[in-house]
């Protein structure tokens, strides 16, 4: 079946302005994750939903970022005033349930100018 | 807290030797731990998971990982290495907290 897709694949955007970015969850999974991998490193956890529980928002890393989830399905990364510390691939993945292994989208690269 | 830990930022082994990449984690009660690989120019994909049951788990691409609770680790470890395992490797703990990632690198 289709996996996670995320869109776009590539933004550039000019500091301050906003951009969103888009997931598609495996369809049936109930959890979904936003992660930020900066060029080579580590992912940093950002916010995940779990069915119709309230999100955990303990990894967006300033009042900038938001994340909504509509119908349990598709979700939407908004970035606010965007700044040059905030080009990364962003990536999307989404899980049966929490716990459960993740499948990851193949990421927007967030190039901010 | 959960946390995890990679300590070795780069591994290198040549082709048909053994290879260890080495996981480290802090979590209270029983772990949830998973290893994910990221081939260069393609997304994360899914390698194996310790949830419960056998200290020893097998995965994906004749990957294999031991879970030790007594030293908090899950290494992740193969028989015989091949070229093709040249890529990043990122250690999870409860699904939501990766560590930075070793970059393994197999010579011929």
């Known amino acids: 079946g289709a996996g996670v897709s995320q869109s776009p694949s590539n933004k550039v955007t000019e500091k301050g302005k906003d951009v969103e970015l888009r997931c598609d969850p495996i369809s049936g999974h109930t959890a979904l994750y936003w992660y930020r991998q900066s060029l080579g490193q580590g992912l940093e956890f950002l916010i995940y939903f779990q069915g119709n529980s309230a999100p955990d928002k303990s990894g967006l890393p300033s009042d900038r970022f938001s994340a909504e989830r509509t119908g349990g399905s598709v979700s939407t990364l908004t970035i606010q005033r965007t700044q040059q510390e905030d080009s990364a691939v962003y990536l999307c993945?989404?899980?049966?349930?929490?716990?459960?292994?993740?499948?990851f989208g193949p990421g927007t690269r967030l190039t901010v100018t | 807290a959960q946390s995890v830990a990679q300590p070795e930022d780069q591994v290198n082994v040549a082709e048909g030797n053994p290879l260890t990449v080495k996981c480290t984690y802090s979590v209270s009660g029983n772990p949830y731990l998973f290893w994910y690989v990221q081939y260069p120019n393609r997304g994360l994909q899914f390698l194996l998971k310790?949830?419960?049951?056998?200290?020893l788990v097998k995965g994906s691409y004749g990957f294999e990982a031991e879970f030790n609770k007594s030293q908090t680790s899950f290494h992740l470890k193969k028989p015989s290495a091949l070229v093709s395992d040249s890529a990043l490797y990122f250690c999870?703990?409860?699904?939501?907290?990766f560590g930075a990632g070793t970059r393994l690198t197999v010579k011929p």
């Open positions: 999870a703990v409860g699904n939501m907290r």
């Open positions: 310790y949830i419960t049951g056998d200290n």
């Open positions: 993945a989404s899980s049966l349930l929490v716990g459960y292994e993740q499948y």
